[in-house]
């Protein structure tokens, strides 16, 4: 009997120890002290008393060791020091009204490892109202970050921080922010995150250091919400009037060309406000998946910099205010809506290289100027995207600064850095959609090819909805989107020259027969009039030079003039109109290899082109699919056009397309 009371007790102890194990009250405390503690534990829900309190000791905290992941380069142990380390599980910290005042004397402390004031190791936690502030200019010993997380699936609210003590300091990165940096880095960054399902809510970040607002690196699935973060500007004159202090020590010099510091400019005293690094965390991996709802960067190098992040990426409602470098950039793929900023220091928006891909962009040009010159009000690069700039407000800027095509600051920075490099190494923009409505010039450099600018917003009777590069496949992808969403009265398509002469993207006839009749069906049955017409022809002797002779079974006239006796016969089969425009350029007897005026060559354009039309003749398409629609009564007043296909309905920059010329003679 004994032995039951006993074993049953027993029970009664090791149940009741798990209970408050797992399902915690609350606990109340009033000290630094006990905030370390309670961070490392699992499934405790905390709530410190409101108050200023001061950390000014590196024994409440201590160095931590981890190990890389196995898909990491690097091998062996990470050492991290700490003050607070939140290494528990599934745990609530409620620290609303609490400061948490941080001797810089401590940022000597963790010289041969890096140093987190906070950090969050462990997962599932819920952490609001951390309030921390740096103490003195103090100098650290290595690389720092106020807090850092991670761990996985955390959720860090209304955290407020603020950072000082670096160096450099007071020169932004004209010194350097690498290995080849003019001066030695000690680098103090804000919030760093690498776990996984990080939200970021109501954190505002406030740094007078050198180094990052908020960063990922390896992050996945990160929200950032109602965040802020802001920074501090210095003129270079007044860096030019410094009689010591590293810049004077340096010279003057500066990584970035020209190579020197330059008079009457500004630059942020830090680094970039929101950031994506391409990899990191203790496992490597790529950093993906970024959503950023109604944040705010003032002040930074750079705004809002996912140029490295995988997608998806998408920025809405967001705001850049007076950053240096650019307010935006995106890597492929990603979304920016519902935005704003003020290109104040430098571009409203960058895509940094050729390399980035098929972006959506909606942003609003806040009309605040400055005294210093702002050249490129943005700097566009890549393909496929699909912009829109308008003026906030209404209001439009009353300095001018150009649209970019082609060019960006770090195509600047990368011929200053390799000379030898070819021009177009870097930069080149194709096949993108701009709708500028800010009412500032457009710049296209010899890279630009194919783009379109839209510079006004009324609404046009032709709509523009070619895509360079597609085929039938893409059609049929899109045109539920591009074409039936809008209600047109007149759908005018053509396309078969990539489904024939784009080594990428061929197919057979079967199969174009097949694609071609599925979307003269759909649109006919929801569009009261459709016009098709045959693919233009081309000069083979350029097309050989970008696409693989081998590869073509048939000449490629002979493959579009095939494609001509399809869609005509498709036509009559669906009782839709046809129109010949191939048979238009054959009556000039065109293509002439580098001799006609109408399809780009080395002549006409300095391309190799051989298949797309020059501005002239991409107004001799106009004009004869304008008489065609007068000859046959398809032409009505407010009625709405829409001119599907590939790059040669999509045209070129500045209305020099077929749509746009379409246009104006409807119009006139």
């Known amino acids: ?35 370390a503690k309670y961070a490392g534990k699992d499934n405790v829900l905390v709530k410190m008393k409101p108050g200023e309190y001061t950390i000014n000791s590196i024994k409440i905290g201590k160095l931590s060791v981890f190990k890389y992941g196995e898909n990491n380069k690097r091998k062996g142990d990470f050492s991290i020091g700490s003050l607070i380390h939140f290494s528990g599980n599934n745990s609530q910290y409620f620290l609303t009204g609490v400061s948490l005042n941080i001797d810089g004397e401590l940022h000597r402390n963790y010289a041969k490892s890096e140093f987190s004031e906070f950090l969050v190791s462990g997962n599932n936690n819920y952490i609001e109202g951390l309030k921390g502030k740096d103490v003195g200019h103090v100098v650290p010993a290595n690389r720092v970050q106020m807090l850092r997380v991670m761990g996985d699936d955390n959720t860090i609210k209304n955290a407020d921080l603020y950072v000082q003590g670096s160096s450099p300091y007071g020169y932004g990165h004209l010194l350097g922010k690498g290995k080849k940096a003019l001066a030695p880095l000690h680098k103090h960054s804000v919030l760093l995150v690498e776990g996984t399902n990080t939200k970021l809510l109501g954190c505002k970040v406030v740094t007078h250091a050198y180094g990052h607002g908020i960063f990922m690196q390896g992050a996945v699935n990160t929200l950032l919400q109602d965040c802020y973060v802001e920074g501090k500007m210095r003129a270079t004159n007044d860096m030019l009037a410094e009689t010591s202090g590293l810049a004077f020590n340096a010279g003057f010099k500066s990584d970035y060309p020209p190579g020197k510091i330059l008079p009457n400019e500004i630059k942020s005293l830090s680094e970039d406000g929101i950031r994506a690094y391409p990899a990191g965390g203790l496992n490597g991996r790529k950093t993906k998946g970024i959503t950023v709802i109604n944040c705010t960067v003032k002040n930074m190098r750079s705004g809002f910099d996912f140029s490295a992040s995988l997608p998806p990426v998408k920025i809405t409602g967001s705001t850049a205010i007076g950053c240096q470098e650019k307010g935006f950039s995106l890597n492929s793929g990603g979304v920016i809506e519902s935005s704003k900023g003020d290109a104040l220091y430098g571009p409203l928006i960058t895509f940094i290289d050729k390399k980035i891909k098929n972006c959506k962009v909606d942003l609003q040009l806040i009309n605040t100027v400055s005294e210093y010159k702002v050249s490129r009000l943005a700097e566009i690069n890549g393909s496929g995207h699909y912009i829109i700039i308008r003026n906030y407000q209404n209001k439009k800027r009353s300095v001018v600064s150009p649209i970019v095509f082609g060019e960006s600051f770090w195509g600047d920075v990368h011929r200053y850095r390799s000379p030898e490099k070819s021009h177009g190494t870097y930069g080149g923009a194709e096949n993108i959609q701009l709708f500028n409505y800010t009412e500032m010039p457009v710049e296209l450099n010899d890279l630009s090819i194919n783009c379109t600018i839209t510079n006004s917003e009324k609404n046009n009777k032709v709509i523009n909805a070619g895509i360079g590069g597609n085929n039938t496949n893409d059609l049929l992808k899109r045109v539920d989107k591009d074409v039936l969403e809008h209600n047109p009265d007149l759908v005018i398509m053509m396309v078969g020259t990539n489904d024939m002469l784009n080594t990428r993207k061929l197919i057979d006839y079967k199969t174009y027969t097949s694609n071609l009749e599925t979307l003269i069906k759909k649109i006919k049955s929801n569009v009261s009039k459709l016009v098709v017409m045959s693919p233009i022809p081309a000069d083979s002797l350029y097309l050989y030079t970008r696409h693989k002779k081998i590869l073509f079974s048939e000449s490629p006239n002979k493959k579009i003039d095939a494609v001509g006796s399809i869609v005509k016969t498709l036509a009559a089969e669906n009782n839709v109109r046809f129109y010949d425009l191939n048979a238009e350029f054959k009556a000039l007897n065109l293509p002439v290899h580098n001799k006609d005026l109408l399809i780009r060559n080395e002549m006409n354009s300095g391309k190799k082109d051989g298949v797309h039309p020059t501005a002239l003749g991409y107004r001799f398409m106009a004009e004869h699919v304008y008489r065609f629609l007068m000859e ?29 010329y379409l246009n104006t003679l409807i119009e006139r």
């Open 1 to 35: 009997m004994k032995k039951s009371i006993s074993l049953l007790v027993l029970m009664i102890s090791v149940f009741s120890a798990q209970a408050e194990e797992i399902v915690s009250d609350t606990i109340f405390i009033n000290s630094v002290e006990k905030l």
């Open 632 to 660: 046959n009564a398809l032409l009505n007043p407010n009625q709405k056009i829409i001119c599907f296909g590939d790059s040669i309905t999509r045209g070129g920059g500045q209305g020099a397309n077929y749509p746009a």
